[in-house]
């Protein structure tokens, strides 16, 4: 099965100061790869997935970008951090190893902005 | 586009009595539909998850029931038990996970479970 992991855990950052948050996945191969961000006590916001290296759809306008420079990776990241850009945010792979995947989740980076 | 709405936001229930989740969803195209389970300061986990040729799916004391014509789906959680507290989250897509297709998930806004011992 597929084993997703991101890092760090916890951020506290500044606001002005850059970020990257990093995802790889472990036990599939050409995953699509997802960037959640989800508020406090509040539901998951998709912005970025990929289907395969360097391909990055963006679902909402916003101060982040995303990268993806191998298969298993993907970033996260922003040149001035917001206020707002504080959240806990989520990695999640699709697996295409057989018709039965599911989307599956990381355990999160929980980022505050200062 | 997709729209997934999930009642009720919070929920407390007896310890050994059964707690009942809904979602509605809009995208008549959608035919899947997860559940994921999250617990405080971690990722969701799936728990179960049902297809549009399914009406219902069972997993010991977890089921999901699936009403195409309405366009709603529920969890069932029977035998509720202190470790099933966690907010739940229902999700729909249009595209069951294939080697060929991207999905994207639309989420519900959760609902908080709290079993009272």
């Known amino acids: 099965s597929q084993t997703i992991h991101q890092w760090p855990a916890t951020l506290v950052q500044p606001v002005g100061s850059p970020l990257s948050l990093e995802c790889t996945v472990e036990?599939?191969?050409?995953?699509?790869l997802y960037w959640y961000r989800q508020a406090a006590g509040r539901g998951l916001q998709l912005l970025f997935y990929s289907v395969g290296i360097g391909q990055i759809s963006s679902e909402v306008p916003q101060n982040l970008s995303a990268s993806r420079p191998q298969d298993r990776q993907f970033i996260l990241s922003s040149k001035k951090l917001l206020l707002s850009d504080s959240g806990f945010y989520l990695c999640a792979s699709t697996g295409r190893l057989s018709f039965t995947d599911t989307q599956y989740f990381g355990p999160g980076t929980r980022l505050t902005v200062l | 586009g997709e729209n997934v709405e999930q009642h009720p936001s919070t929920l407390s229930v007896q310890e050994g009595d059964s707690a009942v989740i809904k979602c509605t969803y809009s995208d008549s195209a959608s035919n899947y539909f997860p559940w994921y389970k999250q617990e405080l300061g971690k990722g969701p986990q799936l728990i179960i998850d049902i297809r549009s040729n399914v009406g219902e799916k069972k997993d010991q004391r977890i089921a999901v029931t699936l009403n195409k014509t309405a366009k709603h789906f529920s969890l069932h959680i029977t035998e509720t038990q202190p470790e099933d507290s966690a907010v739940y989250f229902c999700a729909a897509s249009p595209n069951p996970p294939t080697n060929f297709g991207n999905e994207k998930l639309t989420f519900g806004t959760g609902t908080r479970l709290t079993i009272i011992p």
């Open positions: 036990g599939t191969s050409n995953p699509n």
